[in-house]
C-alpha cells in the first residue's frame, strides 16, 4: 500500500479548509441579509396562501345542491350503496382544474327543522350536478334545492349590524322588548368528531336492518317548530392524497415489522432463561450421572425464533385500498329558541354516532378538565367551525380516515327499515274550528301527546277497521263533528242509532244547531209501537219527485238501480221484472213533470204508485193520456203481451215497503223535504238512524245511496270551487253494503272531483263485496286497523307492505291502532294512535240544556211529522186521479218550457248561489192536499195474492 505524499495531504487539507471557510461566509452573508431574504419569501408566500383563499372561495360559491327523497318503499342493497359510493367520490374530484384541495369535497347534510323529520341533501361543485341527479336508488326523488336556510348566520349578521348601530347610536331598548328579543334568540351549540383509535381499525359493521340512522331519528324526533329547533349534521367527503397514504402505510408496517422483532427478541430471553433453568434443574443432572460420564456434558443452546412476517391486511386494515378510503369531516350544530333543548339534543345525537362503535369511533373533539371543557363551542374555535360550516371547506384537525363501506349508514337516506318521526308539519295538531280531521292521540318520546290531524283537503277516503268496541264508532263521530265545526257539510248513516245521543249535546251548538237535519227511522219506529205522537217524528222523501227539477233520466236510474240492487236483479235473472219496472217509473216520472209544470207538485206519483200503474188499467189508461207518444206506445203494444203472473214480482217488494207504517209514511208523500242536494250545497248536517237492517230496511237504504250517487253527480252543474266538501259516514259497512250494490264503489270511485267524500268503518274487510273493498283501498287517503283475528287484519298488513307485523295489528290493547294517512300527497306512516274520546275533544262546545231545542230545530227544518200525521201513501192514487181528471177536462198538456216556482229554498250560512233551474215548491202548494174526488172510479178488481221471487 503506498503512502500519500506531503503535497498530495497539503493541498486535500486545503480544499477541506477552503470549503469551511466559503460555507462560514455565506452562513455569515446570509445572517447579515436575513431579513432581505425572508421578506420576499414571506411576501411570496402569503401571496400564494392569499390566492389560494381565493380560488377556494371562488369553487366553493358554485357549489349545488340536491335533496334526496325517499319513498315508504326504499329499501336498498348494498350493491346500491357501492354505487352511490362511487358516484360522490366521482363528483368530489369534478371542478376546475386548478380547484385547491380543501375544495374538493362532497358535502352530506342531514337536517331535522320540523318541517321535515330528516331532510337528506348533498352539496357539491355544479359541475357535478349531473352526477348527483343521476342516484341508483330507484325509491328516491331527486331535487334540486336552494342552499339550506342557515338561521344561526342570520342572527350573527344581525347580531353584528345591531352592534355596530349601538356604538354608533346607542338607543336603550325597554325591558318588554328586551326580554321579547331575548326569547326569540337562538341558543346554539356545536360539536366536531373525529376518527379515535388505531388508524388501521375500522368501525363497526352496522346492518341496514334496522336502518342505522333510527338513533338520529329518534334524536330529532321531538324537533318543535314553535321553538325553531334545528338539528343539523354535515359530513364532508374527500379523497385522501396518495403520498400521505404511502407514507402513512409505511409507517404502520415499520412499526408492525419493529413489533414482531421485539416480540421475537423477548421469546429468544424467554427460551434463553428456559434452557438455563433446566441445566440448573436436578432431572438435568441426573441424567448426566446415569450416562455415566462417557460422554463430555454440553450446554443447551435454545433456537432462538425467527420474527413472524409481516400480515399486510391485518396491519393496514382500512389504509389497505386507496379507491375506497376517504377524509371526513363530520360536524353537528344544534339551536332552539328554548335554553337547554339544544345541548340536550346534541347530547343525544353524539350518542346516536355510538352505534359505529368499533375498533376505531367517532368521538366529540374536545376535552373536560374539572368544570373546564373545550372543543368546537369553545370561543377561540367557534369562529373557524363556523366558517367551514358555512363555506363547506375541509380542515378538519386531525386526519379522519375512514372507508366508505363503513360509513354505507350516512350514504343514503332513511330507509323502509327506519321509524321515522311524524312532525308537526306533516300531521298538524287539531284545534277547535280549524278545517283538520283528528286520527287521534300520538304519543310523543318525551311521553308528550297531542290531537294529530291531517288536511281537510287530503281527508277524502277513509276505511276504519277491526274489533268490535274498540273504538272505530267513536272515532267516526269525533271526525264528523270536527268536519260540521270547520263548516262542512256532514252525513252519518247509523244502522244502531245509539250515535245521536251521543252526539246530540255538542250538535246543540249555536254554530251547529241551525245546520241539522234529522232522520230516525228507529225512534219513529219505537213512537208509532209505543203509540207516543209526539216522539220519532220523520220528514217526507219522494224518490221519484221531480218538484225540485231534478234531470228525469238521473231520477229514474236511480229508483231503477236501488231496487234491482236490493232484490238482486239484473236483465238476465229478472228481464221482465226488470223492463216492467223501468217502463213504470219512466211512465210516472213523466207524469209527476207534468203536475209540476201544472203548478201542481201535491199531485205527483210516488214508488206505491208504480204497483197501481200495473194493476188498475182504468188508472193507467187515463195517466197515458198525458205521456208522450213514446211511452205511450210500449204501454199499448208491448205491456199487454206481458202475463199477469210477472206484475207481482214488481210489486211484492212496493208491498212489503206500504206494510211498514214508518217507510211508507217516509216514502209516500208526494212533496219531499228530505234531499240530498239541498244537504251537499247547504252544507247540512245529516243524521240517518236506521231503525234495523230487514228486507224493507235494506229497500229503503239501497233508495237512499241511490239517491246519494244521484245527487253527487247533480253536482256537475257548479263550478269546481262552488263544490263544498261533503263527507259521508257509513258506520257498521257490513250490513250496508249488502244491500246497496256497486253505488258504494261508484261513489268511491267518482264523486271525488264532486267534493263528496265516503268514510266507512266495518269490522272485517272480507265481508263486503269485492268491489267495494277494491275500490275503498284503491282511492283511500286513511286506513286504520284495530286489534283483531290474524285472518281479519292480514289484508291491512299487506295493503302496508308489511311494514307492521300482522301480530302487532292482531294484539293491538283496547282504543289503540295503526293508521297509514296521507299528508303533502305521500303516505304516512303506519303510526300508532290512541282513540280519541268525543267528551274530551269538544268539551267546549257541548251543550246539554239545548238537546231538546236541536230536537224540534232539526225537525222544523226538515218539516217533519209524527208518523200517523202523515198522510196514508195509498191516499196519492185519489191524488193522482183527481188530477188526470182536471187534466182531461182541460185537453192533453201542451208541450212547454218548465216554469219555476215562486219560493225559493231556504238560505242557509254561506250557501252558494245555484244557477240551475232548481227551486223547491211554495208552502202553499206544499201543504195542500187535494180533496177526493166524485169522479174516482170503482176499485179496481182484486189481484190474486202476489208471491215475491
Known amino acids: 500500500m503506498s503512502t500519500p505524499q506531503p503535497g498530495q495531504a497539503a493541498a486535500a487539507w486545503q480544499a477541506v479548509t477552503g470549503t469551511a471557510s466559503a460555507l462560514g461566509n455565506a452562513a455569515a452573508w446570509t445572517g447579515s441579509h436575513l431579513v432581505w431574504i425572508l421578506t420576499p419569501a414571506a411576501l411570496a408566500a402569503a401571496a400564494a396562501l392569499w390566492v389560494r383563499h381565493l380560488l377556494v372561495r371562488k369553487v366553493l360559491a358554485e357549489r349545488q345542491r340536491v335533496v334526496l327523497t325517499p319513498t315508504r318503499a326504499f329499501d336498498p342493497a348494498e350493491e346500491d350503496i357501492w354505487r352511490q359510493t362511487t358516484t360522490l367520490l366521482r363528483a368530489v374530484d369534478k371542478g376546475p382544474w ?66 355596530r348601530k349601538r356604538r354608533w347610536l346607542p338607543a336603550k331598548a325597554t325591558p318588554k322588548s328586551a326580554k321579547e328579543e331575548e326569547e326569540k334568540r337562538l341558543h346554539t351549540v356545536r360539536a366536531e368528531f373525529v376518527v379515535s383509535g388505531r388508524p388501521a381499525a375500522e368501525f363497526r359493521t352496522v346492518p341496514l336492518d334496522p336502518d342505522p340512522l333510527q338513533p338520529i331519528l329518534d334524536a330529532v324526533a321531538d324537533v318543535r317548530v314553535a321553538a325553531r329547533d334545528l338539528a343539523e349534521i354535515v359530513v364532508d367527503i374527500q379523497r385522501v392524497p396518495r403520498w400521505q397514504l404511502k407514507l402513512t402505510n409505511w409507517r404502520l408496517l415499520h412499526e408492525a415489522r419493529e413489533r414482531n422483532r421485539s416480540q421475537a427478541r423477548k421469546a429468544a430471553r424467554h427460551a434463553a432463561a428456559d434452557a438455563a433453568a433446566a441445566e440448573d434443574s436436578i432431572a438435568y443432572q441426573l441424567a448426566g450421572l446415569v450416562g455415566g460420564g462417557q460422554q463430555p456434558h454440553t450446554k443447551m443452546l435454545p433456537t432462538p425464533p425467527q420474527p413472524r412476517p409481516v400480515d399486510v391486511p391485518k396491519a393496514l386494515g382500512r389504509l389497505l385500498h386507496r379507491r375506497s378510503l376517504v377524509r371526513v369531516q363530520v360536524m353537528v350544530r344544534c339551536s332552539s329558541t328554548v335554553e337547554g333543548r339544544a345541548r340536550a339534543r346534541l347530547a343525544q345525537l353524539t350518542a346516536a354516532f355510538d352505534v359505529f362503535n368499533g375498533g376505531s369511533r367517532l368521538v366529540a373533539d374536545g376535552g373536560r378538565f374539572g368544570p373546564v371543557t373545550w372543543g368546537a363551542d369553545s370561543w377561540y ?21 375512514v372507508g366508505v363501506g363503513e360509513l354505507q349508514g350516512l350514504l343514503k337516506p332513511p330507509t323502509v327499515h327506519a321509524r321515522v318521526p311524524v312532525p308537526a308539519s306533516d300531521l298538524p295538531t287539531y284545534r277547535l274550528g280549524e278545517a283538520l280531521v283528528p286520527q287521534g292521540w300520538l304519543v310523543e318520546r318525551d311521553g308528550s301527546r297531542r290531537l294529530a290531524a291531517v288536511r281537510e283537503e ?103 238501480n236501488a231496487l234491482a240492487s236490493a232484490l238482486n236483479w239484473s236483465d238476465s235473472t229478472a228481464p221482465r221484472a226488470m223492463t216492467l219496472l223501468t217502463e213504470a217509473v219512466k211512465l210516472l216520472v213523466e207524469y209527476n213533470e207534468v203536475a209540476v209544470r201544472r203548478g201542481r207538485p201535491e199531485a205527483q206519483a210516488t214508488i206505491f204508485q208504480i204497483r197501481t200503474v200495473l194493476n188498475s188499467q182504468a188508472w193507467r189508461e187515463k195517466l197515458l193520456m198525458h205521456v208522450c207518444d213514446s211511452t205511450r206506445r210500449w204501454w199499448t203494444t208491448t205491456f199487454p203481451t206481458i202475463p199477469r203472473e210477472a206484475y207481482p214480482v214488481v210489486t211484492n217488494p212496493l208491498d212489503r215497503l206500504a206494510a211498514n207504517p214508518v217507510v211508507a209514511a217516509f216514502l209516500g208523500q208526494p212533496i219531499g223535504h228530505f234531499d240530498l242536494r239541498t244537504a251537499m250545497d247547504e252544507r247540512r248536517i245529516v243524521w240517518l238512524t236506521l231503525a234495523g237492517t230487514g228486507p224493507s230496511d235494506r229497500l229503503l237504504l239501497t233508495l237512499l245511496v241511490q239517491d246519494l250517487y244521484r245527487s253527487g253527480i247533480s253536482r256537475r252543474d257548479l263550478e269546481p270551487e262552488q263544490r263544498r266538501p261533503f263527507h259521508v259516514f257509513a258506520d257498521e259497512m257490513i250490513s250496508l253494503d249488502a244491500a246497496a250494490g256497486d253505488a258504494w264503489a261508484s261513489i268511491t270511485e267518482e264523486l271525488r272531483k264532486f267534493g263528496v267524500r265516503l268514510h266507512v268503518a266495518l269490522q272485517l274487510l272480507q265481508r263486503i263485496q269485492g268491489t267495494t273493498r277494491d275500490s275503498l283501498l284503491q282511492n283511500s287517503s286513511v286506513v286504520s286497523s284495530t286489534a283483531g283475528a290474524r285472518d281479519s287484519v292480514r289484508l291491512v298488513a299487506e295493503e302496508w307492505h308489511s311494514v307492521v307485523s300482522v301480530e302487532a295489528i292482531a294484539n293491538l290493547p283496547r282504543f289503540r291502532y295503526y293508521a297509514q294517512v296521507t299528508s303533502g300527497g305521500q303516505k304516512v306512516g303506519p303510526l300508532l294512535f290512541h282513540g280519541a274520546q268525543v267528551a274530551e275533544v269538544f268539551a267546549p262546545c257541548r251543550r246539554e240544556n239545548r238537546t231538546e231545542h236541536l230536537r224540534r230545530t232539526a225537525d222544523r227544518a226538515l218539516a217533519a211529522k209524527p208518523v200517523d200525521g202523515q198522510r196514508p201513501a195509498d191516499a196519492q192514487d185519489r191524488a193522482v186521479w183527481d188530477f188526470l181528471d182536471v187534466l182531461t177536462r182541460q185537453g192533453k198538456e201542451p208541450e212547454k218550457s218548465r216554469t219555476r216556482l215562486e219560493k225559493k229554498p231556504s238560505p242557509a250560512p254561506d250557501s252558494p248561489a245555484r244557477d240551475r233551474g232548481r227551486t223547491k215548491p211554495s208552502a202553499k202548494a206544499s201543504d195542500e192536499q187535494s180533496a177526493p174526488s166524485e169522479d174516482w172510479p170503482e176499485p179496481p178488481p182484486e189481484e190474486d195474492d202476489a208471491v215475491f221471487e
Open 98 to 163: 386548478w380547484t385547491p384541495r380543501p375544495a374538493r369535497a362532497v358535502r352530506l347534510r342531514l337536517r331535522a327543522d320540523g318541517e321535515v323529520p330528516l331532510e337528506y341533501s348533498l352539496e357539491a361543485h355544479t359541475s357535478a350536478t349531473e352526477l348527483l341527479t343521476l342516484s341508483p336508488y330507484a325509491d328516491v326523488t331527486v331535487t334540486r334545492a336552494d342552499p339550506a336556510p342557515d338561521p344561526v348566520a342570520e342572527q350573527d349578521a344581525k347580531d353584528r349590524a345591531e352592534g
Open 381 to 401: 374555535r367557534r369562529g373557524d367551525f363556523d366558517r367551514r360550516w358555512r363555506s363547506g371547506r375541509i380542515g378538519p384537525r386531525r386526519q379522519n380516515w
Open 458 to 560: 287530503e281527508f277524502l277516503f277513509s276505511v276504519k277497521i277491526g274489533r268490535a268496541n274498540y273504538g272505530k264508532t267513536e272515532s267516526a263521530m269525533v271526525q264528523s263533528l270536527a268536519l260540521a265545526l270547520a263548516g262542512s257539510g256532514v252525513m252519518y248513516i247509523d244502522p244502531h242509532g245509539d250515535t245521536w245521543r251521543a252526539v246530540a249535546p255538542y250538535l246543540a251548538h249555536e254554530d251547529l244547531c241551525d245546520r241539522v237535519w234529522r232522520i230516525d227511522f228507529a225512534a219513529a219506529d219505537r213512537a208509532v209501537q209505543s203509540r207516543r205522537r209526539d216522539e220519532g217524528r220523520l220528514p217526507s222523501w219522494n224518490p221519484l219527485g221531480m218538484d225540485r227539477f231534478q234531470a228525469p233520466h238521473l231520477v229514474r236510474a236511480g229508483v231503477v
